[in-house]
Nanobody, 114 residues
Framework: VQLQASGGGLVRPGGSLRLSCAAS????????MGWYRQAPGKQRELVAR???????NYADPVKGRFTISRPNAKNMVYLQMNSLKPEDTAVYYC?????????WGKGTLVTVSS
């Protein structure tokens, strides 16, 4: 499974970005997809994930600001990020879990700065 993420960039505090991730290389429907992030000097952490059936969970720092979604019947995932803060600055990684195996994209950099 290959994951291709896009949508990162530089944004001012309070701004918005939308990350996209497309999975390829499998004919199976991926049950769980999500986003993680890693800030400089910190460990990678969960941002949000979405399970089959549309159940979602979010890390506390992003609740109410970020929304994860998946289009029906597609191995894709989006992350709408609103009200961005400087502490959201990180490399964001797309994740997919298929048959109990985790797959990772290369990451896309999000920088929140004035």
């Amino acid at each position: 499974v290959q994951l291709q993420a896009s949508g990162g960039g530089l944004v001012r505090p309070g701004g918005s970005l939308r990350l996209s991730c497309a999975a390829s290389g499998t004919s199976f429907s991926i049950n769980t997809m999500g986003w993680y992030r890693q800030a400089p000097g910190k460990q990678r952490e969960l941002v949000a994930r979405i399970f089959s059936g549309g159940i979602t969970n979010y890390a506390d720092p992003v609740k109410g600001r970020f929304t994860i979604s998946r289009p029906n019947a597609k191995n894709m995932v989006y992350l709408q990020m609103n009200s961005l803060k400087p502490e959201d600055t990180a490399v964001y990684y797309c994740n997919a879990r298929l048959h109990s195996v985790d797959y990772w994209g290369k990451g896309t950099l999000v920088t929140v700065s004035s």
